[in-house]
């Protein structure tokens, strides 16, 4: 196995669906960020695909001059998902507790996950299922910063540096036959903050690791 049970587990072990009962209706980066995954989104989405937003909310990032054939959100909260304009249709599911998608199989060209990677408990049977719901060459692209909900994520994700949570998501790929050699983009933020002007760093660094089914 990838991670041991310990690497798995959370400072709040209660039942995900209640930390998530109550609707958030932020972004959870900043600005910067936004506009560098906007961008990714750009570079690598093909219009008119199937995409299958995983861990949304109730705003997805896409470009809004891309159109595409169908997009599928998933979450915990069924009023994030019922706001977010981009999907076509979604579903709650707690993925800690059941990693199996209601989805068919090569039925996507796109999975995209934002700044939520870092509370999957059990990401080999996660990662696993985004391989079976890929179409031949289609990609998943997983992004995140130095943010989380400190409570939620796994110890390997907590007691880790940014370096190490960027071997971790590639980890996650590798323990998957299948998928090619995870690529890895790492940017600083674009948004300056007021630490800046301090001279101290500020501003959501972006991390994006991406691969592709192979075949």
Known sequence: MLLNPNQRTKLDDTDDKLFYDAPRFVTHVDQGFIQQLTELYRERLQSNTRIFDMMSSWVSHLPDEMTFA??????LNAEELAKNSRLDHYFVQNLNQNPKLPL????FDAVLN????QYLQYPEGVF???HRILKPGGIAIFSFSNRMFYQKAIAAWRDGSEA????LVKGYFKAVPGFTQPEVIVRQSQTPSILQMFGMPGGDPFYAVIAQREG
């Not at 068919?104 to 039925?107: F, L």
């Not at 934002?114 to 990677?117: C, I």
């Open 70 to 75: 169908h997009v599928e959100g998933h979450g």
């Open 128 to 130: 696993t299922e985004i």
């Open 104 to 107: 068919e199989d090569q039925s």
């Open 164 to 167: 190490s949570r960027v071997e």
């Open 114 to 117: 934002t700044v939520s990677v």
